[in-house]
């Protein structure tokens, strides 16, 4: 019995293991929000990381209460067909049947995303699933609980019931977390434990974190994402990569934009080069 116990652990830690290898694949780069196949197209000729579908953003003000931020499956479908790169679906937060449908579309994540049409105030089981989960956090305390809750990649939280959503709120909150990692340097053991019991996660996680002074998984940036110098932004500011928001689709010259962006994550470190594409914007 002890035996079959120690392989199924084993076996549990081996594929949270292999979900994080997974979400590694977005790091150092941008994973740009898509409403059909043409934008998906357009993002993966340009150097996109992968792509996130969407429902479209809303325009009538009265739609803006109810508004979903899961995708036709028909266009989840499509946009599977059209590109060979990742493609993460969205779900509302708490939806076990939109994941299943998502799952069953074909998707390679899900990004559980908190909204105004939360399904639950309890998040999707994920600890099992064989695909990897996105989950927004506002701190470490959030983004302890969601990676002991299976998280395979952490983001930034964006409340979709903000009109503009701005980038000033995501730096906020990437400083925040990294502030809050730092300061676990001069935490004592009880202090550590006090962290964990709060964080609703094994103290092995927080010990975890203030060893590598970063996240076990990847943290993109999300919310305001729209000009390349935003992604440089976030990307100096240590985000392993940034969700681009739909509405760059919405400028005169949408692919100019989206190259911009997905170079602005590579040269970051480079004002120069950064330069010549925050004037191609």
Do not use: W
């Not at 479209?56 to 067909?81: C, Q």
């Not at 952490?154 to 730096?171: D, L, M």
């Not at 927080?206 to 993109?220: A, N, S």
């Amino acid at each position: 019995m002890a035996d079959a116990a120690k392989a199924a652990q084993a076996a549990k830690e081996k594929l949270a293991r292999t979900k994080v290898y997974m979400a590694n694949m977005f790091k150092g780069g941008v994973i740009v929000a898509v409403e059909n196949g043409e934008q998906a197209k357009i993002a993966e000729k340009l150097g996109a990381r992968g792509v996130e579908v969407v429902a479209p953003v809303p325009k009538a003000p009265a739609l803006e209460v109810n508004t979903t931020v899961t995708a036709d499956p028909a266009v989840v479908r499509e946009v599977l067909g059209a590109v060979v790169l990742p493609v993460v679906g969205r779900i509302r937060y708490g939806h076990m049947i939109e994941a299943q449908v998502m799952k069953a579309c074909g998707v390679n994540a899900i990004d559980e995303h908190e909204g105004t049409t939360n399904a639950s105030d309890e998040v999707v089981p994920k600890a099992d699933d064989t695909l990897p989960y996105f989950a927004g956090v506002a701190d470490l305390k959030e983004a302890l609980c969601a990676i002991s809750a299976g998280a395979s990649l952490i983001r930034t939280q964006f409340k979709e019931k903000e009109e503009n959503p701005k980038v000033e709120v995501t730096v906020g909150i990437l400083n925040k977390i990294y502030g809050e990692i730092a300061a676990l340097k001069t935490k004592t053991e009880a202090e550590l434990k006090a962290i964990a019991k709060d964080g609703r996660c094994g103290v092995a996680l927080v010990e975890q974190i203030k060893r590598l002074q970063r996240l076990p998984v990847p943290l993109f940036a999300d919310g305001g994402i729209v000009l390349p110098t935003d992604v440089a932004m976030v990307m100096d500011l240590k985000a392993d990569g940034a969700i681009v928001s739909q509405v760059v689709f919405q400028v005169p010259d949408p692919a100019r934009r989206v190259r911009s962006m997905v170079m602005a994550a590579a040269h970051f470190r480079n004002p120069a080069i950064l330069l010549q594409f925050v004037e191609d914007t």
